[in-house]
């Protein structure tokens, strides 16, 4: 006996749909000169007092790797890892991983 699908539209193409050619931005980037996730990101190197080894490792990845590692993108990670645990680079470059 065959068994049900669960989701039995997860193989069906939908009608209409476009693939992106670019990714799309944070919701909170700003259009002008300044963007919100650079604030972002500044204001998460500095509250956490990471290092420069590290700010530059997290600087390489792609915006939506660095907003899932800050805790910006809805996951389990938070923002603010000072009081909280005893080494926050070391938390940043595990995350990374």
């Not at 749909?17 to 972002?40: I, M, Q, T, W």
């Not at 600087?59 to 389990?76: A, T, V």
């Amino acid at each position: 006996r065959e068994k049900p699908l669960l989701r039995p539209w997860a193989g069906i193409a939908r009608k209409n749909f476009k693939e992106r050619s670019v990714p799309l931005k944070p919701r909170n980037v700003a259009d002008n000169d300044g963007s919100s996730h650079e604030h972002d990101f500044q204001e998460f190197c500095s509250t956490n007092e990471l290092s420069d080894r590290v700010i530059g490792t997290l600087q390489s990845l792609h915006w939506r790797e660095q907003r899932q590692i800050m805790g910006l993108d809805g996951s389990k990670n938070s923002f603010r890892l000072t009081g909280v645990v005893r080494d926050p680079n070391a938390v940043v470059m595990s995350r990374i991983k």
